[in-house]
């Protein structure tokens, strides 16, 4: 995974770039407690389409279990290619976010997903077991490209109004 804010990095002439950009444990945190990813998908026909969906990260990899009869899961079988958007805030000085651009990977059925269901139900379900049924399947994006911000590392974004 790379971080478009490390060194060498096209933002690297950019210092807002660098100062705002999150560190991997800010990340982590970030990715952990927010709920809602928007994530980008294209069809055959080149036609995008952006749905919101909740997942859970485990440090490496986004994990959304997604309903399998969907144009969604139809555009993650043809062309795998996905951008993933998490932010936050309202005011310009709390300004967060993070985009993760990789591949899904559609988990097989043999794959052990007890731990991320229960990352999942603890989330968004109060700890309540987790039930995998028929209709829905786990996909994983490990992200090969991480674009971050954080404007509340922004000396002067609190003067800012409005934006």
């Known amino acids: 995974m790379t971080n478009e804010s490390a060194a060498a990095s096209p933002l690297e002439g950019q210092k807002r770039g660098r100062v705002i950009a999150m560190d991997k444990a800010e990340l982590d945190d970030f990715l ?3 709920r809602t990813v928007r994530m980008a998908t294209v069809n055959k026909h080149g036609q995008p389409h952006v749905t919101a969906l909740w997942f859970v990260w485990d440090g490496e990899a986004m994990w959304v279990n997604s309903v399998v009869k969907s144009r969604r899961w ?20 709390e300004l967060q976010g993070a985009e993760l651009i990789g591949q899904v990977e559609i988990v097989a059925d043999d794959v052990d997903t007890e731990p991320i269901g229960r990352m ?21 994006v490990v992200p090969t490209k991480v674009v971050s911000w954080d404007f509340r590392k922004l000396p002067d974004a609190k003067k800012k109004p409005g934006h």
Do not use: C, M
């Open 32 to 34: 952990t407690n927010e």
């Open 120 to 140: 999942f139900s603890e989330k968004y379900r109060g700890g309540e077991p987790f039930v995998q049924d028929k209709w829905h399947k786990w996909i994983r």
């Open 74 to 93: 139809a555009d993650f079988e043809q062309r795998p290619d996905v951008s993933a958007l998490v932010d936050a805030g309202h005011d310009y000085s």
